[in-house]
């Protein structure tokens, strides 16, 4: 049970309530409880994803573009919405996101990877050309915006429910799905560029750019 009930068992008293508050407490208690099971699933993605990928860069990198989507969604969910109603079921997204997030970066680091497989079959290089890189970048855009299109707009179409809740829940899920998707396809790919270059090669670049900006 929740706070009362585990009061009222405390001093013997079993606890019977009703009402919108209360049980809206209770049920909000719970579901904030089980966000230590969030903590787990991302610790567990991350070691699917660092097997997969060979790499602790690249498998934070796609665990980190995960994490960002729910305060960015948070927020537009928030300067959208005409109430500033926040329902306790928001809490229940991140156990459906990782998942998704988890698909769309794997996706995009077999596209990368097919990308520099063709490069090394023409000039032996570790770095993808930018034409070959383009071409499996919008494939694979292509086919996570299917998949992450249908979850946003089956998640979004709750927003036309009479429950405040359920409406709240299906206006932020809706915006964790589409920053996912666009952290993916920008977070994702510079991670991957950085390390195929070398961490000291991109610093290098990202300076000369610096400078080239601030002083011309």
């Known amino acids: 049970g929740g706070y009362w009930d585990a009061e009222g068992a405390r001093v013997g008293v079993r606890v019977l309530h009703a009402g919108g508050g209360v049980s809206e407490d209770e049920a909000a208690a719970l579901v904030l409880g089980d966000l230590k099971f969030a903590a787990g699933a991302f610790a567990l993605v991350f070691v699917c994803v660092l097997a997969y990928v060979r790499s602790w860069w690249t498998a934070a990198n796609a665990v980190l573009g995960v994490a960002l989507a729910f305060p960015s969604a948070f927020f537009f969910a928030r300067v959208t919405a005409d109430s500033p109603f926040v329902s306790f079921l928001n809490a229940l997204v991140p156990f459906v996101l990782i998942g998704i997030g988890c698909d769309d970066a794997m996706v995009?680091?077999?596209?990368?990877?097919?990308?520099?497989?063709?490069?090394?079959?023409?000039?032996?290089?570790?770095?993808?050309?930018?034409?070959?890189f383009a071409a499996r970048f919008a494939s694979a855009a292509k086919a996570m915006l299917a998949t992450s299109l249908t979850t946003a707009v089956a998640f979004g179409s709750n927003v036309f429910s009479y429950i405040p809740?359920?409406?709240?829940?299906?206006?932020?899920?809706?915006?964790?799905?589409?920053?996912?998707?666009?952290?993916?396809?920008?977070?994702?790919?510079?991670?991957?560029?950085?390390?195929?270059?070398?961490?000291?090669?991109?610093?290098?670049v990202a300076a000369a750019a610096a400078r080239g900006t601030l002083f011309g």
């Open 108 to 132: 995009m680091c077999d596209a990368f990877k097919a990308s520099v497989g063709d490069a090394k079959q023409k000039n032996a290089s570790r770095l993808p050309s930018e034409e070959a």
């Open 165 to 204: 809740p359920v409406r709240a829940l299906g206006a932020y899920a809706a915006a964790a799905v589409a920053a996912n998707y666009a952290l993916v396809l920008t977070l994702l790919p510079a991670a991957l560029l950085i390390r195929a270059k070398g961490f000291r090669a991109s610093a290098r």
